[in-house]
C-alpha cells in the first residue's frame, strides 16, 4: 500500500484547503486512515480518522467544527477538507493507513497504531 499526499500549500488566516489521500497498490475498503500533522519544533499530533466503511469519524479537539474528513472507496482516496484554518494549523500533514479484517466501526488517531505512511503535505497558513 503507498499512500500520496496532495492539496496543501500557502493560505491566508480564515481561508480553505482540501487535502487529498490518494492509495495505490491496495483497496482502501479495509483500511481505516488517519490524517497526523507535525508542525515545526513540535511533536506529532493526530488531527482526525475515518474508519474502513467512513461509519465513523474523530477529530482533534481544535479542529472540530473546520475540518471534515471523508472516504471514497471507489476512488481510493480520503479527503480531508479544511476550513477556518488559522496560523496554527501551520505544519505537515501525513496520512496514514492502518488495516482491519473487518469493518468494527472504529478509528484511533494514534500514530502508533498506523503501519502506512505518506511523504506528507505541506500547508501554511499565514496571519
Known amino acids: 500500500l503507498q499512500l500520496v499526499e496532495s492539496g496543501g500549500g500557502l493560505v491566508q488566516s480564515g481561508g480553505s484547503l482540501r487535502l487529498s489521500c490518494a492509495a495505490s497498490?491496495?483497496?482502501?475498503?479495509?483500511?481505516?486512515i488517519g490524517w497526523f500533522r507535525q508542525a515545526p519544533g513540535k511533536e506529532r499530533e493526530g488531527v482526525s480518522c475515518i474508519s474502513s466503511s467512513g461509519s465513523t469519524t474523530n477529530y482533534l479537539d481544535s479542529v472540530k467544527g473546520r475540518f471534515t474528513i471523508s472516504k471514497d472507496n471507489a476512488k481510493n482516496t480520503v479527503h480531508l477538507q479544511m476550513s477556518s484554518l488559522e496560523p496554527e494549523d501551520t505544519a505537515i500533514y501525513y496520512c496514514?493507513?492502518?488495516?482491519?479484517?473487518?469493518?468494527?466501526?472504529?478509528?484511533?488517531?494514534?500514530?502508533?497504531?498506523?503501519?502506512?505512511w505518506g511523504q506528507g503535505t505541506h500547508v501554511t497558513v499565514s496571519s
Open positions: 497498490g491496495v483497496p482502501l475498503d479495509n483500511y481505516a
Open positions: 496514514a493507513a492502518t488495516y482491519y479484517d473487518r469493518d468494527y466501526g472504529i478509528c484511533i488517531i494514534r500514530a502508533y497504531d498506523y503501519d502506512y
